[in-house]
């Protein structure tokens, strides 16, 4: 069966230094999979995705992911982290055959920067 | 511009009285989708929507009922809302689950 794992209810850093958001998944077929981030009290934006091509995945804000098919990863990463990243990140997985396919969600991990 | 709508923003009701949430978006997609958010259970789907007149349950459909008669429109009805259906809604679309969803603004549901 499908599933996505946030390993991370709660993720805490310092401004100016790397984050780290991670996810493993399992997957019967070719996944999909994406980062969306949810800012408090706003709605929910698309990071990045991955769907087959470059398996290091560029997103907006200076985050990227990186498909690692053998270790079912798709860790989410940021070298400097700036206060405006304090926010919910959500990791999905689309899996199945066909280009409508059931979408699984991670619970999501919250990311806190410390001045 | 590109967006997702919903109607209302926020919700305060009572037990039973039947209520409808829409969702409309302007972007042509074929893929529709509701969400409910609670803490600390994540985003979990309600139903889906293939295309017109295809709607299928997501996660947890139960209290829950939609149509798709055309395709920018897919509204949520509770037919009999009752407390625990007190969370946030989410309305979605995308031209294919593969590609990006675009979110509507959220919908705060609270019920009394």
């Known amino acids: 069966a499908q599933s996505v794992t946030q390993l991370d209810s709660h993720v805490s850093v310092s401004e100016g230094t790397p984050v780290l958001l991670r996810c493993n998944y399992s997957?019967?077929?070719?996944?999909?999979l994406f980062w969306y981030v949810q800012h408090p009290n706003k709605g929910l934006q698309l990071l990045l995705k991955y769907t087959s091509a470059a398996t290091l995945v560029k997103g907006i804000n200076g985050f990227e992911a990186e498909f690692k098919k053998s270790e079912t990863s798709f860790h989410l990463t940021k070298p400097s982290a700036h206060m405006s990243d304090a926010a919910e990140y959500f990791c999905?997985?689309?899996?199945?055959?066909?280009?409508?396919?059931?979408?699984?969600w991670g619970l999501g991990t919250s990311l806190a920067v410390n001045p | 511009e590109a967006q997702v709508t919903q109607n209302p923003r926020y919700l305060i009701t009572v037990t039973g009285k039947k209520l409808t949430v829409t969702c409309s978006q302007n972007m042509n997609h074929e893929y529709m989708s509701w969400y409910r958010q609670d803490p600390g259970l994540g985003l979990r789907q309600i139903y889906y929507?293939?295309?017109?007149?295809?709607?299928d349950k997501g996660d947890v459909p139960e209290g829950y009922k939609v149509s798709r008669k055309e395709k920018r429109n897919f509204p949520l009805i509770l037919e009999s809302p009752s407390p625990n259906q007190t969370s946030l809604y989410f309305c979605?679309?995308?031209?294919?689950?593969?590609?990006?969803?675009?979110f509507g603004p959220g919908t705060r549901l609270t019920v009394t």
């Open positions: 999905v997985v689309s899996d199945h055959p066909g280009n409508n396919r059931k979408l699984i």
């Open positions: 979605a679309s995308s031209p294919r689950t593969i590609h990006e969803q675009y």
């Open positions: 997957s019967s077929y070719s996944p999909s």
């Open positions: 929507s293939m295309n017109v007149e295809v709607t």
